[in-house]
């Protein structure tokens, strides 16, 4: 489904989803409102990008939505007026969730704005980003929190991890060569994009 939000205190313009036409929205996914979607993405089913109270939402080139992934976000706008504490800045340009290039968010993820996931990053199953950012070339394992912090570049996040202070996130493990998901990624982009490619010959 995609469709336009509703008009409201927070939110008041109409958006349409903007959809590259080399992504692939699954009928059983939902995309709504001022939600911006790049290159080769595949948003699987029962995802839901929900630009309908923070927004913007990104999603950027060759990234995947896997199935029952949650993007949205606190209310940026009140009134007419920004609510700058729930917005994120990438480029000069502020957003209520920005995932960057070749991101994965795997089964059950959430990314609840204000957001920010950077470039070639792995977002583990029924993980959840909340006011917080990971870095670039990250890995979080399955069923972390991360909470009002920011990973740095190029660290793991192990499995389970609760991380809801500065100090722990700039002390978490740096990625290196034994280090067995460090490829990971790399894998699951290539899938999704393929994926993503396949559907739309199929779509026609």
Same mark, same amino acid.
């Not at 336009?4 to 939110?11: A, G």
């Given at each position: 489904m *995609?469709?336009?939000?509703v008009l409201t205190d927070f939110s008041q313009k109409e958006y349409e989803p903007v959809i590259d036409k080399t992504a692939?929205?699954?009928a059983q996914a +939902?995309? =709504?409102g001022n939600a911006i979607i790049g290159r080769r993405v595949l948003v699987s089913p029962f995802a839901s990008i929900? !630009?309908?109270e923070g927004q913007p939402l990104f999603v950027g080139d060759e990234s995947n939505v896997q199935d029952g992934v949650i993007i949205h976000a606190l209310e940026t706008e009140h009134n007419g007026h920004s609510i700058e504490k729930n917005l994120v800045e990438v480029d000069g340009k502020k957003y209520a969730v920005y995932i960057g290039r070749r991101v994965s968010l795997a089964h059950q993820a959430q *990314?609840? !704005?204000p957001a920010h996931v950077a470039d070639n990053t792995f977002i583990g199953m029924q993980s959840l980003v909340f006011k917080a950012r990971v870095g670039s070339g990250c890995v979080v394992e399955p069923k +972390? =929190? *991360?909470l009002g912090v920011s990973v740095p570049d190029g660290r793991y996040?192990?499995?389970?991890?609760?991380?809801?202070?500065?100090r722990d996130a700039d002390s978490l493990p740096k990625i290196t060569d034994d280090y067995p998901f460090r490829t990971l990624n790399d894998g699951v982009v290539h899938v999704n994009t393929s994926l993503a490619d396949g559907y739309n010959k199929v779509k026609g």
């Amino acid at each position: 489904m *995609i469709h336009k939000n509703v008009l409201t205190d927070f939110s008041q313009k109409e958006y349409e989803p903007v959809i590259d036409k080399t992504a692939f929205v699954h009928a059983q996914a +939902c995309v =709504i409102g001022n939600a911006i979607i790049g290159r080769r993405v595949l948003v699987s089913p029962f995802a839901s990008i929900r !630009g309908d109270e923070g927004q913007p939402l990104f999603v950027g080139d060759e990234s995947n939505v896997q199935d029952g992934v949650i993007i949205h976000a606190l209310e940026t706008e009140h009134n007419g007026h920004s609510i700058e504490k729930n917005l994120v800045e990438v480029d000069g340009k502020k957003y209520a969730v920005y995932i960057g290039r070749r991101v994965s968010l795997a089964h059950q993820a959430q *990314i609840h !704005g204000p957001a920010h996931v950077a470039d070639n990053t792995f977002i583990g199953m029924q993980s959840l980003v909340f006011k917080a950012r990971v870095g670039s070339g990250c890995v979080v394992e399955p069923k +972390c =929190i *991360i909470l009002g912090v920011s990973v740095p570049d190029g660290r793991y996040v192990p499995a389970g991890s609760v991380l809801k202070s500065q100090r722990d996130a700039d002390s978490l493990p740096k990625i290196t060569d034994d280090y067995p998901f460090r490829t990971l990624n790399d894998g699951v982009v290539h899938v999704n994009t393929s994926l993503a490619d396949g559907y739309n010959k199929v779509k026609g």
